[in-house]
């Protein structure tokens, strides 16, 4: 058994969830025998981790610093294996333009979309509605804006956003919400989102009874596998490792066979009870427990 850092908490707009998804993997690590200290993460976690002397790092942070590359580097330059995927496959995942390249060079179907300044949203609308606007790098859908034909809200609302100089505007996607987990070299299944709201949204994915779960996917199989090979695609195209999760859009509001709509694949994918990637890997038939001791073998065969 070895003795575990479980990094939690930390600074970024996705804090609470992320307290939430460590204690979670703590408690399961300690199931299973290992020595496990929880570090709620501060500017001062180089020194805590000396400190401590792990052997091995659980990352289960969200958001900034925790999965854009930055905590990676530090636990490099430490010489400290940890969970999840290294440095640039962090810092390209969080960059949802540069991560849209990366896809598009892989041929990857996407969204159109664009990244507009603040002066160019005052100046009118970026592109014919409806539309979405996300946060460069930001993870959750914190900060994304839905924009219909009838909303009041313009583009002159929109340019008070919290989160940078720039935005990421797409077209938006009519149809399904459909997410796929990867682990490994594996992807394990399409789940389908219902949201009982106007979309998928922060309060949506962490508060009960604000969505309903379909597994697997309510889709032809056809399109289930599809959506499997693109998530393992882009898992593969960003060099992702250990486990991530895939967020795809299926338009199936037309005539003929739907199409798919990568939005973005997430690094360090949500581990409360209502997370997605163990919902579908318990469909598998691995429980909570045995996929995060799956999540840190991974990681400690790079010790």
Known sequence: MSRVAVLKGGW????????????????????????????????????????????????????RFGEDGCVQGLLEVLGLPYTHSGVLASALAMDKPMAKRVFSD???????????????????????????????????????????AGDNVGPRELA??????????????????????VMGDEALGAIEIQAFGRFYDYDTKYKDGRARHIMPAGI??????????????????????????ADLRYDDTG???????????????GMTPLSLVPEIAAYRGMDFTRLVGWILEDASCRR
């Open 12 to 63: 970024s707009a996705e804090r609470e969830v992320s307290l939430v998804s460590g204690a979670a993997c703590a408690t399961a690590l300690r199931s299973l025998g290992h020595d496990v200290v929880e570090i709620d993460v501060a500017p001062d976690l180089s020194a805590v981790l000396t400190r401590e002397a792990p052997e091995v790092v659980f990352n289960a942070l969200h958001g």
């Open 106 to 148: 892989a041929g990857l179907p996407l969204a159109r979309g664009r990244i507009v300044s603040r002066e160019e949203m005052l100046a009118g609308e970026p592109m014919d509605r409806p539309y979405v606007v996300k946060p460069i790098n930001e993870g959750s859908s914190v900060g994304v804006e839905i924009v219909l």
């Open 160 to 181: 008070t956003w919290r989160h940078g100089d720039a935005v990421l505007v797409e077209e938006y996607i009519p149809g399904r919400e459909i997410q796929v987990a």
């Open 220 to 245: 032809p199989r056809a399109a289930q596998d599809e959506a499997c090979d693109i998530a393992l695609s882009a898992h593969r195209a960003l060099g992702c490792r250990g486990v991530t999760r």
């Open 255 to 269: 005539e003929g066979v739907g199409r798919f709509a990568l939005l973005e694949v997430n690094t360090q994918p």
